[in-house]
């Protein structure tokens, strides 16, 4: 399948405890695939990863996987992505998928995934794109993060034009819907500068 359109999944390389969020990985994955929507992702075989990966390919879908060369083997690299970068580190990983995406979405994950998800929103937070960034809140996973950026915000250090650029959807079927409205009213004008590895 080809599409000219890709979303990337930031996700656990575990499944997590509660077997909705594997649910919701394979709902995505099947979704991006009946919609003619590549993935982007991280590039191993484990956990939600390999969830959505695997879900994408079993309905005819385009997926790139990113991966750093160190993590090959502890992440089992899915090899039978349609295209597969391994990368010389994390942030040239980071970047990659950045580049080829059109769009981003964090399913529940840990500690990579918090971290993706808070530097592509601080890139749009400092205006350094404008795409869709999608927290797919399942089960209420992400629901101490939502918390915590309220308060920020309460005390003012997240302050009026420097908001927090996702939105926040409690269902996989939501994602798309959501990455299309996203994508037809950008919230701000994309910049001209990507952002630049120091």
């Not at 995505?28 to 919609?35: D, I, N, V, W």
């Not at 956990?47 to 390919?57: D, F, H, K, S």
């Not at 939105?167 to 950008?186: K, L, S, Y």
Request: aromatic content about 6%; proline content about 5%; glycine content about 10%.
């Amino acid at each position: 399948m080809t599409t000219n359109q890709y979303i990337c999944v930031y996700c656990g390389s575990g499944p997590g405890l509660n077997p909705a969020y594997a649910q919701a990985a394979r709902a995505l994955g099947a979704a991006l695939a009946a919609e003619g929507i590549g993935l982007v992702y991280g590039g191993g075989s484990l956990g939600l990863m390999g969830e959505v990966a695997r879900a994408t390919l079993k309905g005819g879908g385009r997926v790139i996987g990113v991966i750093p060369d160190f993590l090959v083997q502890r992440e089992r690299m899915l090899t039978d992505v349609s295209e597969l970068i391994v990368t010389a580190n994390m942030h040239e990983r980071k970047m990659t998928m950045f580049e080829k995406s059109d769009g981003f979405v964090a399913l529940p994950g840990g500690m990579g995934t918090l971290e993706e998800l808070i530097e592509i929103s601080t890139w749009a937070q400092l205006d350094r794109h404008a795409k869709p960034i999608i927290l797919a809140n399942i089960e209420s996973y992400w629901a101490p993060l939502i918390q915590l950026l309220a308060h920020m915000r309460a005390e003012q250090f997240i302050r009026a034009g420097l908001e927090v650029q996702f939105d926040v959807v409690d269902r996989a079927e939501a994602i798309i819907p959501a990455f299309r409205r996203r994508i037809t009213r950008p919230r701000r004008p994309a910049m001209a500068a990507a952002p630049r590895k120091l």
